[in-house]
């Protein structure tokens, strides 16, 4: 029998009516939801259901928001059992509680924290990221280090099989845009984003999570937990908290995760949370396994 993997979103999967329906149809919904605005001191429900997108789109929403939808989801599944989890950069998070190594209360507070400090880091320390599509990891690492003598840039995400996103300052991006353009990139995009996330340029930002990280009770996780920044499981509490501050400024090996995932047995993933966005990854990382989408409360009903 193969094993099945609950895979989690990260920023750039929310979207206005997020988690409306569960609120609505889940007693147990509501009342997390309720639950994580008492933690947060912020009406996440008014934000997700109404928006405005502007409102959402705040890092320091944003990550609270989509850590919420995707845990309330996780939590209402009756019927299948992980046997292993991860999650893409704040989805990781979302991944720690599904494996009860970080309490939903204390992890929506730490989600909460992380996101304003990366807003701040962003203001603090203006930066950039792009998607550069069709250019091997080892050619785009080379494009990044001559790209760094206009500026801080670095691999901010190995997302699937030619799809890695860059990070650091609008200098430095600017410049390796340039050079993955002249190397013959199909696609270089700027995205939209409030900072140079995974890059040196969240410094700030990883110094005050370690400090709430330091307070915060972590506990050996039930199942394994595969990890950004070395694409490893992880169980062990003193190595969950080392890692989720590192990962602030390292990149996120998310195909190498997956890849590692099915090595070990998984067959069958589900995206647990808004949007499809690791749903196409998976596809492009392997479109030999089953990959599920567990968004709407439609969705959940059959695993109930």
Not at 226 to 240: G, L, R
Not at 283 to 289: A, G, L, T
């Amino acid at each position: 029998m193969g094993k099945k993997a609950f895979i989690f979103p990260g920023q750039g999967s929310q979207y206005v009516g997020m988690a409306q329906d569960l609120f609505e149809s889940s007693v147990e919904a509501k009342e997390m939801i309720k639950t994580a605005e008492e933690a947060t001191g912020v009406s996440l429900s008014h934000i997700m259901f109404n928006g405005p997108e502007e409102s959402l789109k705040q890092t320091d929403v944003t990550q609270p928001a989509i850590f919420l939808h995707s845990v309330v989801l996780a939590s209402i599944i009756r019927t299948i059992d992980p046997d292993m989890v991860a999650g893409h950069s704040l989805g990781e998070y979302s991944a720690h509680v599904a494996a009860k190594s970080i309490q939903f209360y204390d992890a929506v507070k730490l989600v909460r924290h992380r996101g304003s400090a990366m807003l701040q880091a962003g203001i603090e320390q203006r930066g950039t990221m792009a998607a550069v599509v069709g250019l091997a990891p080892a050619l785009v690492e080379e494009i990044c280090k001559e790209a760094s003598a206009e500026g801080i840039v670095q691999c901010a995400n190995f997302n699937s099989p030619g799809q890695i996103v860059i990070s650091g300052s609008v200098s430095g991006v600017k410049k390796a845009m340039e050079i993955s353009k002249n190397k013959g990139a199909k696609l270089v995009k700027e995205l939209v984003v409030s900072g140079a996330f995974h890059s040196p340029l969240m410094e700030s930002a990883k110094e005050s999570l370690k400090v709430k990280l330091d307070l915060t009770p972590v506990y050996d996780a039930k199942i394994p937990v595969y990890a950004n920044v070395t694409a490893k499981p992880v169980v062990k509490s003193d190595e969950i908290k080392n890692l989720l501050h590192q990962q602030l400024d390292k990149p996120v090996r998310w195909e190498e995760t997956i890849l590692n995932m099915i090595s070990d047995g998984a067959d069958e993933f589900y995206e647990i949370g808004p949007g499809k966005v690791l749903q196409g990854l998976v596809k492009r990382i392997n479109p030999d396994v089953k990959i599920f989408g567990i968004d709407k409360f439609s969705d959940v009903e059959r695993y109930l």
